[in-house]
């Protein structure tokens, strides 16, 4: 990466700080967020796989490689150029010597193509001279090696002759000293001539490495124990050399090992680290210099300390490390710059609860409340804790507000008794969320009634009017005849509950009955019930030759009758029951009776039953 990215990063940051916030809320809004000094919530600002910011950092751990490391003049070679880094995963072309791939050739009878993400393939047959072709690749995260960020390193393929007498190894491609972040995938590869040709073995200080049978070294996920001197020993029958190269670990400055990546956000007013350091060998001699937004503040040590009055919004901004190292005489590392990205603001606050409410359907629901302090980029509304209803982005992020006050509130218009239960305000920003106190809202279901069925019945029956209402418990009742309303007393009972009675029925009990019932809603009236009390029919006997005849015109339609009889009403012979019938429609009911009681003397009478 060229040296002007730190300095464009400086004059940019201020405004990429400003509207960070705001992106929160269309990248994830749902997240609660909470951060502390010593464990600063981070959010990564990405576009694809790389951080925006960033990717400077990220490509001084960077490498290529080819592998095998050599061709024969004569001989078919197939081998692969492998880019490696902190952001590998991002590149989308390469170029070879300025030439966009597609394909290159990059020596007689040897062509690199491209395939695609980080790696090239290079096949032929090599035709010119022994040595090494030096192969410098350079790849970016956009298309057709145009805009987006870029990164450039070299390697070298080496050209041997095929056959001749025997040769001793000779290095001709050294291990390049490396500065990698903790986490960062490491490449460390090299290459010799020799016949026959070498074999390869890598070594960390004294110690062999197992399986590191090949010209290049892969240390995934490197930490600061594989930090050290690493040797590249080629041998064959001939006889063995070595190249070394010095692999340094940094820790970059930030409260995490990745912080480059992210933009930090820490609570403003408490004290803060930021802790950052290299360490190679034993003997290395490492040096520290603090920038913030590219000037220095003077500190020459790992750690940068601010204070609780140091840490405050208008102290957001680019903090940068620059490393040196040297062991013996050795310049290991050379003003290697490492940066991370803080924002210092407040926490979200309710200085005033929204309430509860109580609505009728169609009504509109106004959840008020009142945050406390500037920096709000979203609110939510939740319903029965997990149901998001509504989401806002709220007043300009402005991270020095730390007292001011906003009245804000969320509505839901038109609720219905679905929107009935608890709900949650929920303030969040990058420092902290504040969540309100549990709102009922309750929606009670539209009140309504049953019609009482009317009735008809002789007097001395029991009468009983009932209703089902509907809508939302508890509910009071009020039965009314005529409009007026009924009183518990004499024959009459239930006046306050869903089922009236009237027992027993008389004549004066006829009339139009309705029952109000009310919930927390309103109240609602039951249509008429018309009841009609009518005296017990009086009959009429006539005795004609062989029949006695019952006559009455005052049945009432559909309801039974049994007629019986008896020869002796003081004896224990009781009634017998003649017939069982129905009145008809006219209400009019006739007997004859045809049938001999064997006696002079016959009773006749008629039960309703």
Wanted: with cysteine.
């Amino acid at each position: 990466m060229n040296s002007n990215t730190n300095r464009r990063l400086s004059i940019t940051l201020a405004g990429v700080l400003s509207v960070m916030p705001m992106v929160r809320s269309v990248m994830i809004p749902a997240v609660q967020l909470a951060a502390s000094p010593t464990a600063a919530v981070v959010f990564r600002w990405a576009v694809g796989a790389v951080a925006l910011l960033g990717f400077d950092a990220v490509s001084k751990a960077s490498s290529i490689a080819i592998s095998p490391p050599s061709a024969t003049i004569g001989v078919a070679y197939a081998g692969s150029l492998t880019y490696s880094g902190g952001h590998a995963g991002a590149v989308q072309s390469m170029s070879i010597s300025n030439h966009c791939l597609g394909s290159f050739s990059i020596a007689p009878g040897l062509t690199v193509t491209y395939n695609g993400g980080n790696t090239a393939s290079v096949t032929g047959t090599p035709t010119g001279s022994i040595g090494t072709v030096p192969i410098t690749a350079t790849v970016t995260d956009g298309s057709a090696c145009s805009g987006g960020l870029s990164d450039t390193r070299s390697t070298s393929l080496i050209i041997q002759n095929s056959g001749g007498g025997p040769v001793v190894p000779s290095i001709l491609v050294s291990p390049q000293s490396t500065v990698a972040q903790i986490g960062s995938d490491v490449v460390l590869s090299g290459g010799a001539s020799g016949n026959p040709a070498p074999a390869y073995f890598w070594q960390q200080g004294l110690t062999a490495i197992p399986r590191a049978t090949n010209n290049t070294l892969l240390i995934p996920s490197a930490q600061l124990t594989n930090s050290g001197i690493y040797s590249l020993y080629a041998s064959n029958s001939q006889g063995k050399v070595s190249a070394a190269c010095y692999l340094t670990m940094a820790i970059t400055p930030g409260s995490n090992s990745l912080s480059q990546q992210y933009t930090n956000y820490p609570l403003a007013g408490q004290a803060i680290t930021m802790y950052s350091l290299i360490t190679n060998v034993p003997t290395g001699v490492n040096s520290y210099s603090w920038q913030f937004n590219s000037v220095s503040i003077g500190v020459t040590t790992s750690n940068l300390s601010l204070t609780a009055a140091q840490a405050v919004p208008a102290k957001s901004g680019i903090y940068a490390v620059t490393f040196n190292s040297t062991v013996g005489g050795n310049t290991v590392v050379n003003n290697q710059q490492y940066i991370s990205y803080w924002d210092f603001g407040y926490a979200p606050a309710l200085s005033q609860q929204p309430t509860n409410q109580t609505l009728g359907a169609g009504s509109n629901a106004i959840f008020a409340f009142t945050l406390q302090g500037g920096n709000y980029p979203t609110a939510f509304l939740y319903q029965n804790v997990t149901n998001l209803v509504a989401e806002t982005n709220l007043p300009a992020y402005n991270p020095s507000l730390g007292a001011a006050t906003t009245n804000l509130s969320f509505t839901i218009s038109n609720v219905t008794p679905a929107n009935t239960g608890n709900y949650t305000v929920v303030v969040t920003n990058f420092w902290g969320s504040a969540t309100s106190s549990n709102i009922t809202l309750s929606v009670p279901s539209p009140l309504s009634v049953s019609a009482p069925a009317g009735q008809t019945n002789y007097a001395g029956r029991d009468v009983s009017l009932g209703v089902t209402p509907s809508g939302t418990s508890p509910f009071s009742y009020q039965w009314q005849k005529g409009g007026v309303n009924l009183a518990n007393g004499g024959d009459v009972s239930g006046v306050f509950t869903n089922i009236l009675s009237i027992a027993p029925a008389a004549t004066a009990d006829s009339g139009n009955y309705q029952v109000v019932v009310t919930n927390n809603s309103g109240s609602v009236t039951s249509s008429v019930a018309v009841v009609s009390i009518l005296p017990v029919p009086r009959f009429a006997l006539a005795l004609e030759p062989g029949a006695a005849i019952l006559n009455s015109p005052n049945g009432i339609p559909g309801s039974e009758y049994i007629v019986q009889a008896s020869t002796n009403l003081a004896g224990s012979g009781g009634w017998i029951p003649l017939t069982t019938n129905t009145v008809p429609s006219d209400g009019s009911i006739t007997f004859t009776n045809t049938a001999s009681l064997n006696s002079e003397d016959v009773f006749y009478r008629v039960e309703f039953p």
